[in-house]
């Protein structure tokens, strides 16, 4: 069964600092994607970035990078020069190419401090 | 429209009613998703569209919950009977296709479920 694990509720940064959400995983797939989504308090559910398990090379945009480690299962996201705008709940996803649907972890709570 | 729209965007109800929520994808988005978020949890999945079709309805807690996709766009979900368990965010995401190579789903504001 696919299973995603955020183990920190809750986070805090002060501006301009980085800071990096953990998050592991299990399937039993080779075939699959993982994601980070952002959920400010409007509630939008918003992709931050995605990695293909197929690519060894770690994803970035702009300040968000990951850390990708297949065999650990383990997809940790870096927020370089933290914004106040970043403050929101983090979750990690993750999709398997054999099913229709993504399965979140718990989520993890950023907050930003000027 | 630019992004998906969901209605209402707050709903109160009593317990035992009816309620419909609403969901209008991404204008040529095939794939249609319904996630449910509780309070300190992260999104679960409910159904899938493809086209009209529900082609994966394994997340729906029971026979009270029920979804359409008449004409392949906008979506309902309709709940029987509410209980107050089902008290919580519904969450609908769409995405072009919804086939591999996997496409990002995009998600609208999500409707907040109040069933006293």
């Known amino acids: 069964a696919q299973t995603v694990t955020q183990s920190q509720p809750e986070m805090s940064v002060q501006e301009a600092e980085t800071v990096t959400l953990s998050c592991t995983y299990d399937?039993?797939?080779?075939?699959?994607?993982l994601f980070w989504y952002k959920q400010p308090p409007s509630r939008q559910m918003i992709l931050v970035i995605r990695q293909e398990a197929y690519k060894q090379q770690n994803a970035t945009e702009n300040r968000f990078s990951v850390n990708f480690q297949k065999a650990a299962k383990s997809f940790s996201l870096k927020i370089s020069d933290s914004q106040l705008g970043d403050t929101a709940m983090y979750f990690c996803a993750l999709f398997e190419g054999g099913s229709e649907k993504l399965v979140f972890g718990k989520g993890m709570k950023l907050t930003v401090n000027p | 429209g630019a992004g998906v729209s969901q209605t209402p965007s707050n709903k109160v109800t009593e317990k035992g009613k009816y309620v419909e929520l609403r969901c209008d994808p991404i204008s040529g988005h095939t794939a249609l998703y319904w996630y449910r978020q509780s309070l300190g949890q992260g999104p679960e999945f409910l159904i899938y569209?493809?086209?009209?079709?529900?082609?994966?309805d394994s997340g729906l807690p029971n026979d009270r919950f029920f979804a359409v996709r008449p004409e392949g766009s906008v979506s309902t979900l309709k709940i029987q009977r509410t209980e107050r368990g089902d008290s919580a965010v519904y969450l609908c995401a769409s995405s072009l296709s919804g086939r591999v190579p996997i496409e990002t789903q995009y998600f609208g504001p999500g409707t907040r479920l109040l069933v006293l």
């Open positions: 569209f493809q086209g009209t079709g529900a082609a994966d």
């Open positions: 399937t039993s797939e080779n075939n699959y994607y």
